[in-house]
């Protein structure tokens, strides 16, 4: 399969730790990538490889992988984190393929 | 610091070809996958196609028969054409750099660079 399944929208209080997680067939090979997205904004990614973070994002951030899902982990979750995420990998035949995205709400 | 600029035309008719164009600055063009995105409105993320340097190109199989994606190392740009639009290609698209690790398994692939966005919408 090509696809990457996330949920729709996760909740968290604020100072709270959340996961939002992704699964495919395609996660077996490839780590999943993390993309955080504010309204009006372009993606930015929060998380590559088994977990790393690129410059300017905050250790808050984590992600881990099991099988066939990966999780991104914000751990003590601020207001500035509500945004949609999306997760990326590549499928069998080397395309590219994003998860649906997950709303996250800071309450 | 790597920097991707975005431009092309942002009305288009039913059964025109969309074309747009992303420049990069400040980093090398060798090396990754310069990448195109879109995003309809309200929805998801879309994965079009990419290319590397040396042209090599690949494409999302739903969009492959329209897509075309070409690069000019010459000025370390690279070109997305997009033929018989319809309203439903109406989005955001971004261009975007990828990078990705195939030494040892499981492989890193993520794009760590995006340009601003495009909005074109198709209308008649």
């Known amino acids: 399969s090509s696809e990457l399944t996330q949920d729709p929208a996760v909740s968290v209080a604020l100072g709270q730790t959340v996961r939002i997680t992704c699964q495919g067939d395609?996660?077996?090979?490839?780590?999943a990538s993390w993309y955080q997205q504010k309204p009006g904004q372009a993606p930015v990614l929060v998380i590559y490889g088994k977990n790393n973070r690129p410059s300017g994002i905050p250790d808050r951030f984590s992600g881990s992988s099991s099988g066939n899902t990966a999780s991104l982990t914000i751990t003590g979750a601020q207001a500035e984190d509500e945004a949609d995420y999306y997760c990326n990998s590549r499928d069998s035949s080397g395309t590219g393929v994003f998860g649906g995205g997950t709303k996250l709400t800071v309450l | 610091q790597v920097q991707l600029q975005q431009w092309g035309a942002g009305l288009l008719k039913p059964s025109e070809t969309l074309s747009l164009t992303c420049a990069v600055y400040g980093g090398s063009f060798s090396g990754y996958y310069w990448s195109w995105i879109r995003q309809p409105p309200g929805k998801g993320l879309e994965w079009i196609g990419e290319?590397?340097?040396?042209?090599?190109?690949n494409y999302n199989p739903s969009l492959k028969s329209r897509v075309t994606i070409s690069v000019d190392t010459s000025k370390n740009q690279f070109s997305l054409k997009l033929s018989s639009v319809t309203a439903a290609d109406t989005a955001v698209y971004y261009c975007?750099?990828?990078?990705?690790?195939?030494?040892?398994?499981?492989?890193?692939?993520?794009?760590?660079?995006w340009g601003k966005g495009t909005t074109v919408t198709v209308s008649s």
């Open positions: 290319i590397n340097h040396s042209g090599s190109t």
């Open positions: 395609s996660l077996r090979s490839y780590y």
């Open positions: 975007a750099r990828g990078r990705e690790q195939q030494l040892v398994p499981p492989y890193y692939y993520y794009m760590d660079v």
